[in-house]
């Protein structure tokens, strides 16, 4: 089923959230094997992790170069997210759009919302876990974070698991292939090419 109402194979912005752990980055990852999809390359003041690369999985910015970023309005949405600033760069997007390709963005429930409120296009998609259980078991299994940080992103995976209702749709990542093509449907994005 595909959920789009309007400009079918038009250029749209597409939104993912889902609580840490959810596996939206592995769907996200398939997606952009289609073509005609491009991926909100984010601005962050987080330091960078082993395996990141500048420019490809963030902009990794200084407090002070995100700050006039945000004078600049270079910004749709951004947010703090566990102390540090987050933020959809507009340039991009519209750049994007424009071109009739998807722009995929991989958002926090905060920054979803914000562009909701503003009356913002787009399909906003919601990752959930199929259980808390198995997204602890992920959390601690990634190993990239202490037990500190996994217990402060789970709790705040239950908070964002509240706001779910608030999105246009729901996929539950209980199967990473059937999630991958659910929200392939709802993205409007044709089939990879084999
Ligand atoms: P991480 O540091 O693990 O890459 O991401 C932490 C959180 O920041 C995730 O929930 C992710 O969705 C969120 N995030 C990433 N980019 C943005 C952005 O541009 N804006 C907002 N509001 N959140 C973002």
Redesign the pocket.
Known sequence: MTELREGQGAGRMVLI?GP?GCGKSTIIQRLLSSPGVEFSV?A?T?LMREGEVDGVDYHFLSKGEFRTKVEEGAFI???E??G?L???LRAPMEAAIDAGRVFLV???V??ALQLRALGEDGVFVFIAPPSFEELQKRLVGRGTEGPEVVERRLKKAEDEYRERVKYDHVVVNDDLDKAVAEVRSLAGIAEEKS
Do not use: C, F, L, P
């Open positions: 959230s840490s984010s962050t987080r949405e951004w947010a997210v566990y540090n987050y933020g959809t991989e958002i926090d905060q920054g």
